[in-house]
């Protein structure tokens, strides 16, 4: 099967788990063609099966504003007629559910019939999506798709509620490569060591710094638990538009020596074999594929109670869940953990299980092979 997928190249978790779908679909021998404007961030080496189609934004003077949906729209009728694409997965709904339709039908007159699968990540359809201007055209291009599906029963909910009554709209969880992302493979003591010291207790987030992310909250759990007498150390990964004000923060509870901003640092997994407690402070979150990467390192999950997190994190279980904004409650789960060892133990293994039971590439990525093999027959 030849298998194209268009998703964000960019630091964040659509773009991620798309590169991890199509590098996975991959390794099982489908012929896999990315097409999207710049090298997914995790598509950083040569893989059999492999192919990356890069869409160029074609500029005149005459028009002042890019204009990628066509562009992309090109860009996958091209693709479909010389590599026999059967099935396009589109990630994150604006706007390439929309390019995808738009390729569909131009194929179609030529008598070529390509399936278009979009996957629903979570601001396409919470915030970015529900803009008045942009509503008709995700409700209409979820309703247009072949088959979608979303991430977490939660955003199934919302774009029930949101946008279509379309049935059946499948739920298929992210997941995670637990080879990869696993405490044994990496030297966490010296990874450890030279991030933070001889820190005690080292908390880590990983985002791409957008307000719903609530980052500068992980510098105030941080101070509140540094104020409990425990030696905390907050290791900051990714960027994006908080970071200024996370670092005048910093500077404010005088933390600077206790953060560490490592940047977009795109091989997360050994440093997260570094972390006790991993952040989530979210306002709103339809996953948190981040947390569940920390999970498969045996990284409990200390996250807001919002969205599609309950589902990957378990109250008291493998984590702590409140609501977002109550740093009081998020310091004292992280105390919780950072004083009772025997604890902080038992959540690791869960949260290892968890990743391994529930969420594993071996677990998840056939659901998404039933799904193409089921559209290729229908
Ligand atoms: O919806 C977004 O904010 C963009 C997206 C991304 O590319 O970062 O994040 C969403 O998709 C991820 C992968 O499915 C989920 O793990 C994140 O929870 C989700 N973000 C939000 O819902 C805020």
């Given at each position: ?14 773009g ?11 390794r ?9 404007y710049a090298?997914p ?8 099966n492999v ?25 996958i ?27 569909k ?13 979009t ?5 396409d ?11 008709p055209l995700v409700?209409?291009?979820i309703?247009?798709s ?12 919302r774009?029930t509620q ?5 049935s ?5 969880p ?22 933070v010291?001889d820190?005690?207790?080292?908390l880590?987030h990983?985002s791409n710094f ?21 030696d ?14 996370a670092?005048?923060l ?17 091989a997360?997994?050994?440093l ?11 306002q ?7 947390a ?21 994190v378990t ?9 977002p904004g ?14 009772n ?13 968890a ?6 590439v ?5 659901q998404?092979e039933?799904?193409y ?6």
């Open positions: 099967m030849n298998i194209g997928i268009v998703c964000y190249p960019t630091y964040g978790g659509s991620v788990i798309a590169t991890e779908l199509g590098m996975a679909l991959a099982r021998g489908w012929k896999v063609h990315f097409i999207t090298l961030s995790r598509l950083d080496r040569f893989q059999q192919n990356f189609h890069e869409v160029e934004i074609p500029s005149y003077p005459l028009m002042e504003h890019q204009l990628y949906t066509l562009a992309l729209a090109s860009k009728i091209d693709t479909t007629r010389f590599e026999q694409l059967d099935v396009l997965h589109v990630h994150y709904a604006i706007p390439h559910a929309i390019s995808g339709y738009l390729a039908q131009v194929l179609h007159t030529e008598g070529i019939s390509l399936r278009v699968i996957t629903l990540h979570g601001t359809i919470t915030l970015v999506g529900l803009d008045p201007g942009f509503h409700k209409f291009s309703e247009a072949d088959a979608v599906t979303c991430v977490s029963n939660y955003l199934r909910d774009t949101l946008f279509t009554d379309r059946p709209i499948e739920v298929i992210n997941f995670v490569d637990t080879t990869v992302y696993d405490r044994t493979a990496y030297p966490s003591a010296s990874i450890r060591k030279q991030l010291g820190a005690a207790l080292v880590m990983i957008r307000p719903v992310k609530r980052v500068t909250d992980t510098i105030r759990i941080l101070a509140a638990v540094r104020e409990h007498g425990i905390a150390y907050l290791v900051l990964v990714g960027d994006g538009p908080d970071r200024a004000e670092e005048h910093c500077r404010t509870l005088n933390l600077c020596d206790a953060v560490r901003f490592v940047g977009k640092v795109v997360t997994a050994e997260l074999s570094a972390a006790d407690i991993f952040l989530l402070p979210s709103n979150e339809s996953f948190g594929l981040a569940l990467e920390a999970m498969s390192c045996g990284v409990p999950v200390v996250a807001s109670n919002v969205g599609g997190i309950p589902e990957v109250h008291g279980h493998n984590g702590y869940l409140a609501e109550d740093i009081k409650r998020m310091a004292r789960y992280c105390i919780e953990l950072a004083t060892p025997k604890k902080w133990q038992r959540f690791s293994s869960a949260a290892r299980a990743a391994v039971e529930r969420f594993s071996e677990h998840v990525v056939p998404y039933q799904l093999r089921r559209l290729l027959h229908a």
